[in-house]
């Protein structure tokens, strides 16, 4: 066991892998389709989901949610990790900080829909010239009577075509915070959202991730997130959060990839041995997993720490050292998977082919690895080395 569990723990981690397991059969099929399985299919899985109190399973319970610990929520990821073409995003996680700031009516016009499963939100930051510079973006966001006129075009808009309202940031035009972030809440149907073009991405997915123009989008100041000026503030919570929730995924899909491929090595036969007799099977499988169980040490103690409530630069500076280093053990479990697994590695029906092209985004998105790797050298400048025995140096 990498870290104490309750009976409580258990009991999350084994729903999840009940879902997990029953979502597995359905991957080839969603492969073959570009990820989309029919819409009753996708509707049982997210009743299942329901079932097994896994949606809005980080929101607090008052509004609906499943009120899991972080510990419980990457376990949870863990299990869903395992699974391939994001049939596992039935177990949805709502902007977990969101409630904390919103006021009664975005709480009964999109939060609490959303912890529902009635409403789903999709993410609008990035820009064709801002990815790793979020401060670069150029969406603006200009006063008019009692409301904002929404300018801009952003690249990658994840679920963007299942989602029905956007978090949208751009900078304000004018006041007292002129020039600094600000989030809002789009509806997808307002005028002046336009869908530009939906690129293929690597992975089959039924997410898709347009570059959607904001044009002249007139939205009440109702629809303004917390402060003007706090736009950032959102962000680096969300960024926190998902970095984390990435390091969980990795790990689950390291687990499987070892899993399955040590299945394989078993029982494959080359010159007469199987190949799991020849040290060079065994020995990139003894890798693997050394380095999968160093990522879930520090996921679950990142986890930990952010339940025991720990200093929020030395949370961030963790889910950065948990998503760079369990992302990064992943794409090399898948590398030497594929290769376990010879020209069957190479076909889109094994797991180890598809691990190895959905993977390897989890080293861009959220902030790519050379970014987390800023992060934590700019926290090991103003903290020591202590940041690495989980918390400041004295
Ligand atoms: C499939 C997919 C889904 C996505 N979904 C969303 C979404 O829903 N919403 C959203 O807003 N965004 C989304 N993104 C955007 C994603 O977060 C960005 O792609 C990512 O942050 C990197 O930005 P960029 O692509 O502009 O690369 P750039 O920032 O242009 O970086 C290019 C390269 O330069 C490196 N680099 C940049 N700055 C530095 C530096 N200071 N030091 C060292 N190296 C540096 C980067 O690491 C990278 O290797 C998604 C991206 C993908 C691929």
Not at 3 to 22: C, F, I, K
Not at 239 to 266: K, P, V
Request: glycine fraction near 8%; aromatic fraction near 8%; charge should be negative.
């Amino acid at each position: 066991m990498s870290h104490p569990m309750s009976d409580r723990d258990r009991e999350v981690q084994a729903a999840a892998r009940t879902l997990a397991d029953e979502l597995i059969p359905h991957e080839v099929e969603a492969e073959m389709s570009g990820g989309a399985l029919p819409p009753e299919v996708v509707e049982s899985h997210r009743a299942r989901a329901r079932e097994l109190g896994l949606q809005a399973m980080n929101m607090p319970e008052d509004l609906g949610g499943g009120g899991l610990t972080a510990f419980q929520q990457v376990l949870v990821q863990e299990q869903i990790g395992r699974v391939t073409n994001a049939l596992g995003w039935v177990v949805t996680t709502p902007a977990g900080w969101l409630p904390e700031v919103a006021t009664e009516h975005q709480l009964d016009t999109w939060v609490k829909p959303t912890i529902r499963g009635e409403r789903h939100e999709c993410y609008a930051i990035t820009e064709e010239n801002a990815g790793s510079d979020t401060d670069a973006i150029e969406a603006t966001a200009r006063r008019e009577d009692d409301g904002y006129v929404l300018n801009g075009v952003k690249w990658h808009v994840t679920s963007f075509n299942l989602a029905d309202h956007v978090f949208f940031q751009a900078k304000l035009t004018e006041g007292s915070h002129a020039g600094a972030p600000a989030l809002f809440i789009v509806d997808v149907d307002t005028p002046g959202v336009r869908v530009v073009r939906t690129p293929e991405y690597s992975h089959s997915y039924a997410d898709e991730h347009p570059i959607v123009a904001f044009e002249d989008v007139r939205v009440p100041a109702a629809n303004l997130v917390g402060e003007e000026g706090d736009g950032m503030r959102y962000a680096y919570a969300w960024f926190r959060y998902e970095r984390l929730m990435i390091a969980a995924r990795s790990c689950g899909a390291a687990d499987r990839l070892i899993d399955e491929a040590t299945a394989f090595a078993r029982d494959r036969v080359a010159f007469g041995r199987p190949i799991s007799d020849y040290q060079a099977i065994q020995f990139s499988l003894a890798d693997s997993l050394t380095e999968l169980w160093a990522a879930r040490l520090m996921t679950y103690r990142t986890a930990q720490e952010i339940d025991d409530g720990e200093d929020l630069k030395v949370q961030h500076a963790h889910c950065s050292m948990a998503k760079l280093y369990a992302s990064e053990m992943a794409n090399r479990v898948a590398d030497r998977a594929v290769q376990i697994f010879g020209g069957r590695g190479y076909m889109r029906e094994n797991v180890a082919e598809r691990f190895f092209r959905e993977l390897r985004v989890d080293r861009i998105w959220e902030g790519t690895s050379e970014i987390q790797r800023a992060i934590i050298a700019d926290q090991l400048f103003k903290r020591g080395v202590g940041l690495a025995e989980g918390g400041p140096a004295t």
